[in-house]
């Protein structure tokens, strides 16, 4: 699936490699790191597996991947995540959800030991909001906050718009000193990405709904954020 993005007519040019791990999640389903060479070089990887007795005795989830490398000039370290869903709606699944933002903040806290001054990417589809406790739990800055508060989303379900796609930051990236500086936040979305009748109207087009074959990319909207090079040399946006 990797080798067939990058390589797609829409964005070959770029060049995109990418870093990723087989998990032991039974469906095949892993997190991976599409990077550009040009802006960013990594440095070490490492994929932290998310099954243990206490919380999936029947499946495992998907692993929690660590990038560290420099974006331009900038050391950054980014965790790529997806944690468990939540299917049936459980107490239990929700406990889940913790334990892996837990072993997410485990990692964080033991390379804050030898680098007190990280600079933190953590992404992904959390599977919960800005407000719940397993966000919550990383200690992070949230720049998608502000756009949850405003009643937006990446994924809609009966009616009701979730934001469980986000990308966080350390509160480090403030610094003036910084080589990057964050500008923005979005959720991304565009015609061909909606439906565009009935009663699903508005929401991400799934690439299959059921058995029935629909088209679209995907049941989440993309999200991203944008920073500001402060190198006039080299800038970025």
């Not at 070490?44 to 919380?55: E, P, R, T, V």
């Amino acid at each position: 699936v990797l080798e067939k993005v990058i390589r797609s007519n829409a964005i070959k040019k770029y060049q995109y490699k990418y870093i990723h791990f087989n998990s032991n999640d039974p469906r095949g389903i892993d997190v991976a790191l599409i990077y550009q060479p040009g802006l960013f070089t990594p440095y070490q990887s490492k994929s932290y597996s998310l099954k243990d007795a206490a919380h999936f005795q029947n499946y495992a989830t998907r692993d929690i991947l660590l990038v560290k490398g420099q974006l331009l000039q900038q050391w950054v370290y980014i965790l790529v995540n997806h944690w468990p869903s939540r299917r049936g709606g459980s107490s239990e699944a929700r406990k889940n959800r913790v334990w892996a933002a837990t072993n997410c903040k485990r990692i964080m806290d033991s390379i804050q030991l030898i680098d007190k001054n990280a600079h933190w990417i953590v992404m992904g589809d959390f599977n919960d909001n800005p407000t719940n406790q397993s966000i919550r739990t990383l200690g992070l800055d949230n720049p998608f906050m502000a756009l949850f508060k405003k009643g937006q989303g990446s994924l809609a379900f009966r009616d009701s718009w979730n934001l469980f796609d986000q990308i966080l930051l350390s509160a480090n990236w403030k610094q003036p000193n910084s080589s990057l500086t964050y500008y923005k936040s979005i959720i991304y979305k565009t015609p061909d990405m909606m439906e565009s009748e009935g009663k699903y109207a508005g929401y991400p087009k799934r690439t299959w709904n059921g058995d029935v074959f629909r088209g679209g990319y995907s049941d989440h909207f993309p999200v991203a954020l944008i920073f500001r090079s402060n190198n006039t040399e080299n800038p970025l946006k």
